[in-house]
């Protein structure tokens, strides 16, 4: 069964530290994107990677910085942790259309 | 980008049949019409894409009109492990990027 994992399902971390939240596929897919979602606010797209070393800004892009080194591994990353960063963050890939999207990463910041 | 508009909520019993329709009314020609079903604290999961008429799969079907301008996603005899929010998206990019709207609380009681 095709997959898109993430490495932490519950994370917990101070304000002011680096974050780094990893997601890996291995359906070879060349589409990664990583959104969040906040009640009320629904899914807002943070950052997205269509090749390896590419990246483009989603919607919300702001403190937020993403890496792709490897086909299938999309890492999104926290420069400096805020509160308003806490929110369930989730992982997806994509060939052309339909996306497989990872079963996301609760991330409270105190 | 094509807005979609679709109910913030629905309620059902068990066993009866449940439609969700979806305005979409500026979709695009190369536009496909795709339903995403979440269910809390997961990633939400691909269920049925169409470009037009009508598509059936072993989880739903996908009615769509001449015009395009909606689309209805048919649950025939619901339980109540189909209680989630469902997603109308009518549109992606050419990277394949989907625009989220707010969904449908779909709830099924016994």
């Known amino acids: 069964d095709v997959k898109v994992t993430q490495s932490s399902r519950y994370l917990v971390k101070r304000t002011g530290e680096k974050v780094f939240l990893e997601c890996v596929q291995d359906?070879?897919?060349?589409?990664m994107f990583w959104y969040r979602q906040d009640p009320g606010l629904g899914l807002r797209l943070i950052y997205f990677?269509?090749?390896?070393?590419?990246?483009e800004k989603g919607d919300i892009p702001e403190g937020y910085s993403v890496s792709r080194e490897k086909k299938e591994r999309f890492s999104l990353i926290l420069e400096s942790a805020s509160t308003n960063q806490t929110s369930m963050y989730l992982c997806?890939?994509?060939?052309?259309?339909?996306?497989?999207f990872g079963s996301g990463t609760r991330l409270t910041v105190v | 980008l094509a807005k979609t508009t679709q109910p913030i909520s629905m309620d059902s019993y068990e066993g009866q049949e449940v439609n969700i329709t979806c305005s979409h009314n500026?979709?695009?020609?190369?536009?496909?019409i795709t339903w995403y079903q979440q269910f809390p604290s997961q990633g939400p999961r691909f269920i049925i894409q169409?470009?037009?008429t009508k598509v059936t799969n072993e989880v739903a079907s996908l009615f769509i009109p001449a015009d395009r301008k909606s689309s209805t996603l048919s649950l025939p005899r619901v339980s109540l492990s189909d209680t989630a929010v469902y997603y109308c998206?009518?549109?992606?990019?050419?990277?394949?990027?989907?625009?989220f709207g707010a969904g449908t609380q779909v709830v099924v009681t016994p």
């Open positions: 359906m070879d897919h060349e589409n």
């Open positions: 500026n979709i695009a020609t190369n536009d496909y």
């Open positions: 990677s269509y090749d390896v070393k590419m990246k």
């Open positions: 169409g470009y037009k």
């Open positions: 997806a890939s994509s060939q052309v259309v339909g996306y497989t």
């Open positions: 998206l009518g549109k992606t990019d050419s990277w394949g990027k989907l625009q």
